[in-house]
């Protein structure tokens, strides 16, 4: 997930240090976890609670993409050092100052990218190991090489 959030928006939440998760991290873990755990493909006015908790959260996401996005309007416009990410780099041709259903579709295209890229990761990952396994030599290879990289151990 941080290698995601630093690719697309340029910041590192610290998904990886559990002990200080960011608020972000926390709001859309929860935020997947009120799709994660839906059993049945109820009406939303069955899981009414849940519907509710889904819409707080994602307020919460919404609000940190939102500043975010802001964020780099502002060093777009400062003539800051450029960020690599994508969204310093879909903001090169807009103007200075962005309405409020332009940021709203930034922020609605990087919760896309932050979806699909974490499930697209997932799969990469699933598809490397099981290829790993069944294929020995391949991964000696890769063990040599991040040896010689690291060193052993």
């Avoid at 995601?4 to 990886?16: E, H, L, S």
């Amino acid at each position: 997930f941080d290698f995601i959030t630093n690719v697309t928006m340029g910041v590192d939440f610290g998904a990886q240090r559990m002990d200080e998760e960011s608020d972000f991290i926390k709001a859309y873990r929860a935020l997947v976890e009120t799709y994660a755990s839906e059993k049945l493909d109820l009406p939303w006015f069955f899981t009414p609670y849940k519907v509710w908790k889904r819409w707080q959260v994602g307020k919460r996401v919404r609000k940190t993409l939102k500043s975010i996005v802001q964020e780099a309007i502002i060093n777009q416009n400062s003539g800051k050092v450029k960020s690599r990410s994508i969204l310093s780099s879909s903001l090169d041709d807009t103007p200075n100052v962005m309405t409020p259903p332009a940021i709203d579709e930034a922020c609605d295209q990087l919760s896309s990218f932050l979806h699909a890229g974490h499930d697209t990761t997932s799969v990469l990952l699933a598809w490397l190991f099981y290829e790993l396994s069944r294929t020995p030599r391949t991964l000696q290879a890769v063990r040599s090489e991040l040896d010689r990289v690291f060193g052993p151990g």
